[in-house]
């Protein structure tokens, strides 16, 4: 296996796992990533244990279950703030409220 990124310096790292009996998982990029996958995989087989229906996911299926796991990793949604704007004035509310930045009031000011 060919080796690049931040692997090359682990020589003693284990680059290959069995994740189940037809199915394995090689690595050759980035050790966090690898390290993220096989934490998640493990989570979920762990889980799929426990509930002792004799169900394990196919290559196929953990290829997709990876695939989505990636990508919402990599791609997080923002969460956006609303302004609810009354007679009163405009009031910022929303899940996470980092900085509220007063400057659009003067936009919204006179708004009907």
Same mark, same amino acid.
């Given at each position: 296996? @060919?080796? #690049?990124?931040?692997? @090359?310096?682990?020589?003693?790292?284990?680059? =290959?796992? @069995? !994740?189940?009996?037809?199915?394995?998982?090689? +690595?050759?990029?980035?050790?966090?990533? *690898? &390290?993220?996958?096989?934490?998640?995989? $493990?989570? &979920?087989?762990?889980?799929?244990?426990?509930?002792?229906?004799?169900?394990?996911?196919?290559?196929?299926?953990?290829?997709? /279950? !990876?695939?989505? =796991?990636? #990508?919402?990793?990599? +791609?997080?949604?923002?969460? *956006? &703030?609303?302004?609810? @704007?009354?007679?009163?004035?405009?009031?910022?509310?929303?899940?996470? &409220?980092? %900085?509220?930045? /007063? %400057?659009?009031? $003067? #936009? =919204?000011?006179? #708004?009907?």
């Amino acid at each position: 296996m @060919v080796s #690049y990124g931040s692997l @090359v310096r682990y020589l003693d790292f284990e680059r =290959v796992s @069995v !994740i189940a009996d037809s199915t394995m998982m090689a +690595c050759s990029s980035d050790i966090a990533d *690898y &390290q993220l996958l096989k934490r998640r995989i $493990e989570e &979920q087989t762990h889980t799929d244990g426990l509930l002792s229906d004799g169900f394990t996911l196919s290559p196929r299926a953990l290829h997709s /279950w !990876i695939t989505r =796991v990636l #990508y919402n990793h990599r +791609c997080p949604f923002k969460i *956006y &703030q609303l302004a609810i @704007v009354t007679p009163k004035g405009a009031e910022i509310r929303g899940p996470l &409220q980092f %900085e509220i930045n /007063w %400057e659009i009031a $003067e #936009y =919204v000011a006179g #708004y009907e």
